[in-house]
């Protein structure tokens, strides 16, 4: 059955605009602004099914003043068919600070599921599927985590640039109580990321796209955050 192409992008649109409502209770959200560049490598070593990845994304936070974090993120995966594919993989997430400098990074084992698909000539879809256990700093016990990501991406057509609509939702299993994080990891939603672009293909095998990202995150005891990203995504597939 032929799907149509303009209202599966206003929903996909629309998807990424509605941020879901990540507090369990009303109360005070402060605001921040940042900037996050990411850096993706990805290839297929020529067509099979073997596949690499390596993420570098540097990002800034109050009001883009100060450096926040890095993340480097290595994946090796495999292609199961033309639209499934298997990932596992590690992250290091570097929290810099200038008292501390990266001594508080925190360390992930990840696997994630991701199903690629071309709806229509214009239209592609994707599903991420990921799960997290994260080894933090300081901390005798680690987080339990899951994301669900959508991602639409319009090609416009006659034209190299594309439009782009992404939603993510971060979802705890476990509770850390004590320490520095017990108001942060929790069991239920962590966050909710947004995100709406405008992307160019460069070349077959670079891509460049940037908008704007709303990033909801839910703390307990403390102010939840409101932050407004401006993202920028430089993808090489090769």
Known sequence: MQRNTPSLLFTALALALVSVSVSAESGPVRDDFGVWISNTFQTDFG???????LELAPRTKTDNDQFNQIIVRPLLGYKLNKQLQLWAGYTWQGEYSEQTDFELATNDAMQQLQWIDNWTQQLNFQYRFRLEQSFFADEGDFGHRMRHRFRFM?????SKAYLIAVDELFVYF??????????SVQTGINQNRSYVGIGYKLT???????????????????PDLTN???????????
């Open 47 to 53: 067509g099979s099914p073997y596949l690499a990845f």
């Open 154 to 158: 319009y090609s416009i057509p006659d």
């Open 174 to 183: 476990n509770s850390i109580d004590e320490g520095r994080l017990a108001r």
């Open 204 to 222: 077959p095998h670079l891509n460049i796209d940037t908008g704007y990202q709303l990033q909801y995150v839910h703390n307990y005891g403390t």
């Open 228 to 238: 407004h990203i401006w993202l920028t995504n430089i993808n090489v597939n090769f």
